[in-house]
């Protein structure tokens, strides 16, 4: 399985995107003097575009969140008025609702597992929640245009989520538990 960068928030592995939708999301870009400013969130117009064709062309989309908020604060001057700052503010916090590149319907059935999430890892002691849970079967193979949602446990990082993609996905592919049992 080949994997293509794509940009801080996207990664291709073969036919699924796998999408952070986290903090990596609100991006800046250094200016003139060595200043960093915000320069947009992702995805931008072109991205967006991009991930329209994946679908279409029958690739999935595995959106992984960690829930918490996506925020980050930043002085006003490293902020352009258009994009939250006002007038006299010194500081000022942005923030990018999580899943608003995706359509209505399925940004609110990813809202909704978040928060069904939430709520039932709140009932539990941290020991009994799973590192990731996602709103399909674990082995549960993808299907063309498929968008999943992952939700990382508090603790968890992305950078092991993303150490274990690879392995994930050829797991599923492979038909999930009995491929990991003639394999051990």
């Known amino acids: 399985m080949t994997a293509t960068l794509r940009s801080g928030s996207m990664t291709v592995l073969g036919d699924v995107a796998v999408v952070f939708d986290d903090g990596s999301r ?8 060595n200043r960093w400013t915000l320069s947009e969130h992702w995805p931008n117009a072109e991205e967006g575009a991009a991930i329209e064709r994946h679908r279409a062309r029958g690739g999935c989309l595995l959106v992984v969140s960690d829930g918490r908020p996506i925020t ?3 002085f006003a001057s490293e902020v352009p008025l258009g994009a ?16 608003d590149w995706l359509p209505e319907l399925v940004r609110a059935r990813g809202t909704a597992f978040l928060q069904e999430q939430a709520d039932r890892w709140n009932g539990l002691p941290a020991l009994l929640r799973p590192a990731v849970v996602l709103d399909t079967a674990i082995d549960e193979p993808f299907t063309p245009g498929q968008i999943t949602f992952a939700l990382l446990a508090p603790g968890i990082s992305r950078s092991r989520i993303e150490r274990e993609l690879v392995d994930y996905l050829a797991f599923v592919r492979g038909g999930g538990a009995a491929a990991g049992r003639r394999s051990a």
């Open 26 to 33: 609100i991006r800046w870009a250094r200016t003139g003097g």
């Open 72 to 74: 980050a604060d930043a």
């Open 84 to 99: 939250g700052a006002s007038q006299g503010a010194d500081v000022v916090e942005l923030s990018v609702d999580h899943f």
